[in-house]
C-alpha cells in the first residue's frame, strides 16, 4: 500500500511565494508519474502539474510561470514551488502518484491567498 502526505499549505497574501512537499511511502518506484491537482469550493478538480520518471513537466495555462513541479526519486518526494500567488489559486492541492493499474492520492493541503 503507498501512502501519500501532503505540506507546505498556508494562508498567504497575494504575490507570495509557498513550496508544498508529497512524501510516498510504501511500495512506491521512480517509474511513477507524479502531479499535483486542485480543487478550489464549488469547483472540479483539476489538475496544477505533472512530473514523469524522466522529469518531463506539464502545466495548467493558470499556472506556466508561476509555478514549478520537481521531485527527488530518493527521497519518494514531489514538490511544487507556487510563486507570485494570486487569490484565484486558493483551494485543496492534492497529490497524486500514478502508474498503469496503480493510483494514489494524497488527504489534500489547504492553501489560501488572501490579504
Known amino acids: 500500500q503507498v501512502r501519500l502526505v501532503e505540506s507546505g499549505g498556508s494562508l498567504v497574501q497575494p504575490g507570495g511565494s509557498l513550496r508544498l512537499s508529497c512524501v510516498a511511502s510504501?511500495?512506491?518506484?521512480?517509474?511513477?508519474?507524479m502531479g499535483w491537482y486542485r480543487q478550489a469550493p464549488g469547483k472540479e478538480r483539476e489538475l496544477v502539474a505533472s512530473i514523469s520518471r524522466a522529469k518531463n513537466t506539464d502545466y495548467a495555462d493558470s499556472v506556466k510561470g508561476r509555478f514549478t513541479i520537481s521531485r527527488d526519486n530518493a527521497k519518494n518526494t514531489v514538490y511544487l514551488q507556487m510563486n507570485n500567488l494570486k487569490p484565484e489559486d486558493t483551494a485543496v492541492y492534492y497529490c497524486r502518484v500514478w502508474l498503469a493499474g496503480a493510483d494514489y492520492w494524497g488527504q489534500g493541503t489547504q492553501v489560501t491567498v488572501s490579504s
Open positions: 510504501g511500495r512506491i518506484f521512480s517509474s511513477y508519474s
